[in-house]
């Protein structure tokens, strides 16, 4: 079983920052490319930015610049620091995974249940 947890959020000034964390726990071998996604109330879901299992990073448009992924492979957590955040960056911010529970396993996609990001004065 592998559990991926987010934290971090909560309710945020516009122009200030916030350092949202993900951790994956639990039967773990490897991880590979790790996401932030997010949704705003009535929107769909979307990337905003993922790191590969070398470290290579992308970006949203909408964020570039203002976000930065990385991740801490002895921890198996990946951090999403948002700074200049807007009442648009507003969401449910959620970290996607992919991990192989073993050597003889295959990849495996996980989700957590995400954290709230509030942008609002």
């Known amino acids: 079983q592998v559990q991926l947890v987010e934290s971090g959020g909560g309710l945020v000034q516009p122009g200030g920052s916030l350092r949202l964390s993900c951790a994956a726990s639990g039967s773990i071998f490897s991880i590979g490319t790790m996401v932030w996604y997010r949704q705003a109330p009535g929107n769909k879901r979307e990337n905003v930015a993922n790191?590969?299992?070398?470290?290579?990073?992308n970006y949203g448009d909408s964020v570039k610049a203002r976000f930065t992924i990385s991740k801490d492979n002895a921890k198996n957590t990946m951090y999403l620091q948002m700074n200049s955040l807007k009442p648009e960056n507003t969401a449910d911010y959620y970290c996607?995974?992919?991990?192989?529970?073993?050597?003889?396993?295959?990849?495996?996609?996980?989700w957590g249940l995400g954290t709230l990001v509030t942008v609002s004065s």
């Open positions: 790191i590969e299992y070398g470290g290579d990073t």
């Open positions: 996607n995974a992919v991990v192989r529970p073993s050597i003889r396993s295959s990849w495996i996609e996980h």
